[in-house]
């Protein structure tokens, strides 16, 4: 079955405790992206990636990094969470940026709490 | 930054009522989608259109689009309870498969 499988679903977490958001893809998709969704703020694009070791910011970049050391997987790293960033957030992929009309397939999201 | 907006924000129908939803974006497009989302789970598509298309047609989903004016609207007919969610309209501009979400309309259809 065609997915999008982000981990954990739920993480509470402490100021400060690095943390890592897992996103893989079985589609061989080429382009990924994070994003978060706040209430009355919509999905924000945090970080995306066009193709391996291609990585570039989104709109919300600050306090996160990301890699693609392989095509199908796309985690998100918290070096130092701060309670702002609790949020709810997505990994989606498209098959590629040079096909412009593909539909985008999200995973289930994570629901982070940092206190 | 939005690209589009959405109206209106919440929807409150009757079972068999149809649902309209509208939204607006600012720049030139290479198309518009429509997502779905249930409470707190992820996004799923419903329907593209392209930049060139005006109107499409997917079951019970029509999607008009009106690049003058820079909107769209989705329709849902004859709605079911199971139509419940949250509906959003993304844009895809330039050649990074960027999309551009906008704060979604959450619909609430009564049995």
């Known amino acids: 079955e065609a997915q999008v499988t982000q981990n954990p679903r739920y993480l509470i977490t402490v100021t400060g405790k690095k943390l890592t958001v897992t996103c893989s893809q079985n589609?061989?998709?080429?382009?990924m992206s994070w994003y978060r969704q706040d209430p009355g703020l919509g999905l924000r694009q945090i970080y995306y990636?066009?193709?391996?070791?291609?990585?570039d910011k989104g709109d919300v970049p600050e306090g996160y990094k990301v890699s693609r050391k392989e095509k199908r997987n796309f985690p998100l790293i918290l070096e130092s969470p701060s309670p702002n960033q609790t949020s709810l957030y997505f990994c989606?992929?498209?098959?590629?940026?040079?096909?412009?009309?593909?539909?985008?397939?999200f995973g289930q999201g994570t629901r982070l709490t940092v206190v | 930054s939005q690209q589009g907006e959405e109206d209106p924000q919440a929807l409150s129908i009757q079972e068999g009522e149809n649902a309209t939803m509208n939204c607006s974006y600012k720049?030139?497009?290479?198309?518009l989608q429509w997502y779905r989302q249930n409470s707190g789970r992820g996004l799923v598509h419903l329907i593209l259109?392209?930049?060139?298309?005006r109107e499409k047609h997917s079951g019970r989903l029509r999607v008009t689009l009106d690049t003058s004016k820079k909107s769209s609207s989705l329709l849902i007919t004859a709605s079911r309870a199971a139509d419940t969610a949250s509906y959003f309209c993304?844009?895809?501009?330039?050649?990074?498969?960027?999309?551009?979400f906008g704060q979604g309309t959450t619909l609430q259809v009564k049995p």
């Open positions: 993304a844009t895809s501009a330039g050649n990074t498969g960027k999309l551009i």
């Open positions: 259109i392209r930049s060139n298309e």
């Open positions: 589609m061989n998709h080429e382009y």
């Open positions: 720049t030139s497009i290479n198309n």
């Open positions: 989606a992929s498209s098959l590629s940026r040079g096909k412009r009309d593909t539909e985008a397939f």
């Open positions: 990636s066009m193709n391996v070791e291609v990585t």
